[in-house]
């Protein structure tokens, strides 16, 4: 049974609790690639100007970010030692770091952007609405999200014998969407123009609604 090093800061857990682009096995890898790859097409097909991530982890997206557009990009996430990891992977003129939750953001111009990407995060929220609207409030045109896809994620964790008291769970998974409930709750703030699968995620590429019916706004 898998037993991951699981980093906890003020109750949260933070990083990647099973390291996705260092393992060994060629499954895992291939997964990860196929991932990464629909991510980097996206972002040069956008070609955005400035990105703003939330909840950037390590780096990784950072860093193919870097690697096919030009932009230049804001990171924020919660944890000071993942930041501290991501300031190692990523060395740019191009990126600066902050610590900040996505529900703390100023709604200012320095943290606004053509393009705001946010994997992997949603699911780790209580109140993913709220995420959701921090970022329409962020996006200036375009949003990438992904969230790991349900209920095939936690199968998956089955198979290699993860997780099992929780039936596959990956700790800190608060929210579980399958591809359909997930566009509809993205489709809520914003207009969903692309969706892909690549196993075990859903990804979402969205633009932003540019006004909101009155029924789309939080009471």
Avoid at 99 to 128: G, N, R, T, W
Avoid at 201 to 215: G, M, N, V, Y
């Amino acid at each position: 049974m898998a037993s991951p090093n699981i980093s906890t800061e003020n109750g949260v857990v933070v990083g990647n609790v099973t390291e996705k682009r260092g393992v060994s096995n060629p499954v895992s890898r291939y997964l990860v690639r196929q991932f990464d790859a629909r991510i980097a097409r996206i972002m040069t097909d956008l070609a955005p100007s400035t990105i703003m991530e939330v909840g950037c982890g390590e780096g990784e997206m950072i860093k193919l970010a870097l690697d096919n557009t030009a932009a230049t990009i804001v990171g924020a996430d919660i944890s000071d030692a993942v930041l501290a990891t991501a300031r190692k992977n990523v060395s740019s003129k191009r990126v600066r770091l902050e610590k900040m939750s996505i529900y703390d953001i100023p709604i200012d111009q320095e943290f606004k952007a053509e393009l705001v990407v946010c994997c992997e995060v949603l699911e780790h929220l209580e109140d993913p609405r709220a995420g959701l609207e921090k970022l329409h409030a962020l996006t200036e045109s375009h949003c990438l999200l992904s969230v790991p896809r349900e209920p095939v994620w936690r199968a998956l964790n089955m198979v290699r014998l993860a997780y099992l008291r929780d039936w596959g769970n990956t700790p800190g998974h608060l929210q579980h969407w399958s591809r359909r409930a997930f566009v509809n709750f993205v489709s809520e703030l914003f207009e969903v123009t692309e969706v892909h699968t690549p196993l075990p995620w859903t990804i979402a590429l969205c633009r932003k609604k540019q006004s909101l019916r009155p029924s789309e706004s939080r009471p």
